[in-house]
């Protein structure tokens, strides 16, 4: 059997509308109907981004597998097909995002996959808009969370350690759960999640108001990936903006320095001018103060890529 190329598999998997993690998901359960064995999620999400790249050829099983979770006939496989197969109308389906989590243990995590020109644009446009016009503003999630806000916001008592010990654990769920988990299932908790511990911190004062202020940027870090995986970076840069002046106000040089950190690589998938990315990448080192941490490795990694890419040059 003919080898399929990265393009292939990348223009076969946007034109369901599907992420690769949502891809990854699909291959497994293909898998599972046919009774074979295939990767962990995780790795099998790590596979995916290397095939498309061209990094790692695609063996003839997961060919196969892709053919099943497409719904593809096998004879389809060695080639560009000459029409897409079927898809629903993507503007009204909610679909998901991609990776690379905040907390140091998510750093596994692969790389966001390169800007795939105009056609690429226009299907990550039409994800963006069914998730949130599918999930984010659902009637039935929006209603139950404004009726568990209201009576939240009844209780007057501050903040405590305890909120932020919660607050930190449900932060660290999320940076394990992007890039693994359909958008359409964290889009909406992001977002809800994002706003509450907003309101909490409005609250607080003393060491809690910090540890809280640190929750926020990295809530809002996660929420800035999520639109870059969406193809919407100017939305993206408004969080990341948002992050950056919460991870100040913590007073945690280390957080300070790895959102930016994060935004430096991110930035290197979207179309952004040299400056741009090599600033992003000198105010990560700086906020890390040039010392070991995974903020300044992003830092220097960013400015490497883009040395020996050339991408974000204009």
């Not at 695609?58 to 497409?70: C, D, M, P």
């Not at 629903?88 to 909610?94: E, K, R």
């Not at 999930?135 to 903040?159: H, I, M, N």
Request: with cysteine.
């Amino acid at each position: 059997m003919t080898r399929i190329d990265g393009g292939t598999l990348r223009e076969w998997r946007r034109s369901r509308g599907w992420d690769v993690p949502e891809m990854a998901q699909r291959l497994r359960r293909a898998a599972r109907e046919a009774g074979v064995p295939v990767a962990a999620l995780r790795g099998l999400v790590r596979m995916i981004y290397a095939w498309e790249r061209g990094d790692h050829a695609i063996s003839e099983r997961y060919q196969l597998l892709y053919a099943k979770a497409l719904d593809l006939a096998p004879e389809r496989l060695p080639g560009v097909p000459a029409d897409p197969p079927d898809v629903p109308d993507l503007a009204g389906s909610p679909v998901s995002p991609l990776i690379l989590g905040i907390s140091d243990a998510s750093a596994e995590a692969s790389y966001p996959e390169p800007s795939g020109g105009q056609d690429g644009n226009d299907v990550r446009r039409r994800e963006l808009l069914g998730v949130l016009s599918g999930a984010v503003v659902g009637a039935g999630f929006a209603e139950l969370e404004r009726l568990r806000r209201s009576v939240d916001s009844s209780l007057s008592a501050p903040p405590t350690g305890r909120d932020a010990d919660e607050w930190e654990r449900t932060t660290s769920s999320y940076a394990h759960e992007v890039g693994v988990l359909p958008s359409r299932d964290l889009l909406p908790r992001l977002l809800a999640d994002f706003s509450e511990a907003g309101a909490r911190l409005t609250d607080a004062s003393g060491h809690t108001r910090h540890r809280l202020a640190r929750v926020v940027a990295e809530l809002g870090a996660l929420t800035a990936i999520t639109f870059v995986s969406l193809g919407d970076p100017h939305t993206a840069d408004r969080w990341w903006r948002t992050a950056a002046r919460a991870a100040d106000e913590a007073g945690d040089h280390r957080s300070a320095s790895l959102i930016r950190g994060r935004h430096a690589i991110f930035s290197l998938y979207s179309i952004q001018p040299a400056r741009t990315v090599l600033s992003l990448a000198d105010e990560a080192i700086a906020a890390g103060r040039y010392t070991p941490c995974a903020g300044v490795t992003s830092g220097y990694a960013a400015r490497a890529l883009r040395a020996a890419t050339g991408r974000g040059k204009r």
